[in-house]
Each structure stands twice: as structure tokens, then as C-alpha cells.
């Protein structure tokens, strides 16, 4: 065989796709459903319960029940099990605090050199949000939302704010969740964002960072009453 003819035309070696490894499966249907609240708040669950319902063994599932403790989703009980995360008063006091710093840090950073093709990119996620909020796909309308503000965080090029944000954003859904229970709020949500993608279009820096102060102000006052009348109701 001539093998300089295989040189001058390449190989057909292409990357082989890498199937996903059993934690990373474990992992990824346990945030899922975390997420979505199939998985309970303050429910404890057994490492042999989950493996059993997701048909694999404990060992994958235990490796992703720790990546999910180190990102405070669930903690584990000593001979009893795991329990989802169930926020105390202290984690919304900490949790909002260390968001609004970000959050007004990434608007004030973004509003001013954003380009017209950001506000594109934005108005188009906020279109994929109305389309949720009219099918009532409420995960799917947070998904959106999530990806709404990473976006504003990336455009900050910096990778330690993305990072800093990225780490919270779980929390920061989990507890926007409750948000969405009031009459309304998907629809004002949404409004909010309108308020900063257009103070941003129009070059207004300032009303950006009002605009976006405004957002964090409701998001955490209807998200801790909703909580609050939940948890009453659990305890009554």
C-alpha cells in the first residue's frame, strides 16, 4: 500500500463521541428533577431509593448526590439519607444579598458598551419567554429567565463574575420558583426584563441599573411571601 497517498489525503479519523459516564446520567436526571420540584424540599431521600428509581447502582449516585451538596442543593443526614434544600431566613438574607451585588455589578458594567446585536440577542430570549408564559410552561419560562441573566453576565467578560453568578443560579431558581406562584408575576417578570433590554437599547446606563435594581427588589419580596405561606401551609 502507498502509504504517501494516505498522507496527501488525510484519514477519515474522526473524534469519537464519548458516551456520558453514569454519574454525570445520575446527576444531570437528579438536578432535573430538582429542579422541577419532583424532588421535594425538605424531603429526605435514600441513596438506594434514588439508584433503584433511575435503574442504576449507588456508587454513580452518591458521586452525583456530592456535586450536588458542594452546589448546596442537597445536604446529607447521617444514617438517614439526603434532604433537598430547604431555605432558612439566613439563605434568603445571604443568597439575595451576594445576587443584588452581582447583578448590579454586571448592569453597570454591561449597560454602557452593549451593542445592538446584544439587544437582539436579549429581545429574542424575552420573545422565547412571552411563548413559555402563553403555553404556561413555567420551568421552561425560569429556563429562559435563567438564561436571560447569564447572558448579562457573560457580557461582562469577565470569568470570575460568570463563574461567581453561575454558582448561585440554581439557588437563585429554586427560590424564583415560589416567585411565580403569585397571580401575575410570570407577566410582570417579564415586563421587568422588557424595562432593562430597553433602558440598555436606549443608552440609558442609569435607568438600566434602576430598572434592574427595581427587578430584584419584587423577585425577592413575592418570592419570600409565597415561601413564607408555603411553608405555613405545610405546618398547619
Known amino acids: 500500500m502507498d502509504f504517501s497517498l494516505v498522507r496527501a489525503h488525510g484519514t477519515n479519523l474522526r473524534p469519537i463521541d464519548q458516551p456520558k459516564s453514569l454519574k454525570q446520567v445520575a446527576y444531570e436526571a437528579l438536578h432535573r428533577a430538582i429542579m422541577s420540584g419532583e424532588l421535594v424540599q425538605g424531603q429526605i431521600y435514600r441513596e ?21 451538596s458542594a452546589k448546596e442543593l442537597v445536604a446529607f443526614l447521617p444514617r438517614k439519607g439526603v434532604v433537598i434544600k430547604q431555605f432558612d431566613q439566613n439563605d434568603w438574607d445571604e443568597i439575595f444579598e451576594l445576587r443584588w451585588a452581582l447583578e448590579v455589578a454586571i448592569i453597570e458594567k454591561v449597560a454602557p458598551r452593549a451593542s445592538m446585536e446584544d439587544v437582539r440577542r436579549m429581545e429574542n430570549i424575552l420573545q422565547e419567554q412571552q411563548a413559555c408564559m402563553d403555553r404556561e410552561d413555567f420551568l421552561e419560562f425560569l429556563h429562559h429567565d435563567r438564561f436571560f441573566h447569564l447572558f ?20 437563585i431558581q429554586l427560590m424564583g ?40 427588589e419584587v423577585s425577592r419580596k413575592l418570592a419570600l411571601e409565597r415561601y413564607t405561606l408555603s411553608r405555613a401551609g405545610h405546618e398547619g
Open 177 to 216: 420558583t415560589y416567585a411565580l406562584t403569585a397571580e401575575g408575576r410570570t407577566k410582570g417578570a417579564l415586563e421587568e426584563h422588557r424595562a432593562i433590554v430597553a433602558a440598555i437599547a436606549a443608552g440609558d446606563a442609569d435607568g438600566a441599573r434602576k430598572a434592574m435594581v427595581h427587578h430584584l
Open 152 to 171: 448579562l453576565s457573560e457580557k461582562t467578560d469577565n470569568s470570575r463574575m460568570v463563574k461567581s453568578y453561575a454558582n448561585i443560579q440554581d439557588l
Open 48 to 68: 438506594k431509593e434514588l439508584a433503584s428509581k433511575l435503574s442504576i447502582s449507588r456508587t454513580p449516585v452518591r458521586e452525583a448526590l456530592l456535586e450536588l
